[in-house]
């Protein structure tokens, strides 16, 4: 085994980089190739702010394998997909040179607040830095993908849209971005329900929602009009257009995971409960907020930030949720020191 220092070797080079969470508003559940990671559907995301995750990569030629440490733990059960992810970045670099992954989350890891996205985002900007390469951001939001659809996003600010893409080598299946942060600062109040990781991975669950969900054909129909219906709203800061489209998008999901054999059911009362209250704050208190939910029970209220303290009041006082964090939107992944 190579030795494994607080200080790089000589030969060896350090990147670190930060990347924040991504909330898909149209939502991207299938693949259209699995190899390449290609989604089935396109999706619309805003890129969060406050939770990070932040990464450094050493590439040190000393090394006989990867060692990944996340949040100061040595890994066992994500080490394998990193390992996967910088073989691809090492094909790419022209290099066989092994390395060290410190990786850190603000938030909790694998409950439905989309660490996956964040962290293929920053694995990919810092591997890439780490093995010399200059890639444009189109390039590591293609890269990004390989590790985690979602990721792809993670790689833009503010509001981005994910192309499906057509080719078979996935090289136009990337995400773009289509209105910084400041376009429309909105907030979003995440309602944490269950502190534990989510029983069925979202590779797996789409995986099989593709294979057995009877909604699925007319789910993936329904991807293209979403998206073109939300990138239209966003751009003339519509939220009840925004709201309508959001929320069916997360129904539609939803549908297709449960009706999925055996069905999958993310869901725990209180994001139920949670979802009605949302759904009251702005039909009947003329709140300025809407809800989404991914592949956990986490409900996200995305709301006018003048209206975010009333609605994290009102979340809270549902039993069954546990915390509410209010974060606003923010920039994409990015290097936070030179390369050393
Ligand atoms: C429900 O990006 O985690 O959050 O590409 O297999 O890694 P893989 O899946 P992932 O799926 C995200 C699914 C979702 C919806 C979304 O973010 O669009």
């Known amino acids: 085994m190579g030795p494994v220092t607080d200080h790089p070797a000589a030969g060896s080079r350090t990147a670190t980089a930060v990347a924040h969470p991504n909330i898909a508003l149209v939502k991207y559940w299938g693949k259209r190739d699995a190899t390449l990671n290609l989604p089935a559907t396109g999706s619309v995301s805003i890129t969060l702010d406050t939770l990070t995750t932040r990464t450094t990569v050493t590439v040190d030629p000393a090394l006989d394998r990867d060692h990944v440490i996340l949040d100061g733990r040595v890994d066992a059960d994500s080490g394998p997909r990193i390992t996967t992810f910088l073989d691809l970045v090492r094909q790419r670099a022209d290099t066989t040179a092994r390395a060290r992954v410190d990786t850190a989350n603000t938030f909790p890891t694998g409950a439905g607040l989309a660490s996956s996205a964040s962290g293929f985002a920053a694995l990919a900007v810092a591997a890439v830095a780490a093995t010399g390469m200059t890639l444009t951001v189109d390039e590591l939001s293609v890269l990004a993908r390989r590790g985690s659809g979602s990721a792809a996003r993670s790689l833009v600010g503010g509001f981005a849209a994910m192309d499906p893409g057509h080719r078979a080598d996935g090289s136009d299946a990337l995400a773009r971005q289509i209105a910084p942060a400041d376009h429309w600062p909105l907030s979003v109040v995440i309602a944490l329900t269950d502190r534990d990781a989510k029983a069925v991975p979202s590779t797996v669950g789409m995986t099989a929602s593709a294979a057995t969900s ?42 297709v995971m449960m009706a999925t054999r055996p069905g999958l059911i993310y869901w725990s009362g209180a994001t139920v409960d949670a979802i009605h209250r949302v759904r009251r704050l702005r039909e009947v208190d003329g709140r300025q907020v809407f809800f989404t939910v991914d592949a956990g029970p986490q409900v996200k209220a995305v709301c006018e930030p003048a209206d975010a303290p009333a609605v994290a009041a009102a979340l809270r006082e549902i039993p069954g949720v546990l915390e509410t964090t209010t974060v606003g939107l923010g920039p994409g992944a990015h290097l936070v020191a030179g390369v050393t």
């Open 214 to 255: 009877p909604y699925y054909d007319a789910w993936v129909a329904q991807s293209a009009p979403d998206c073109a219906a939300a990138i239209d709203a966003i751009a003339r800061r519509d939220l009840a257009a925004l709201a309508a489209v959001t929320e069916a998008s997360t129904l539609a999901m939803h549908a």
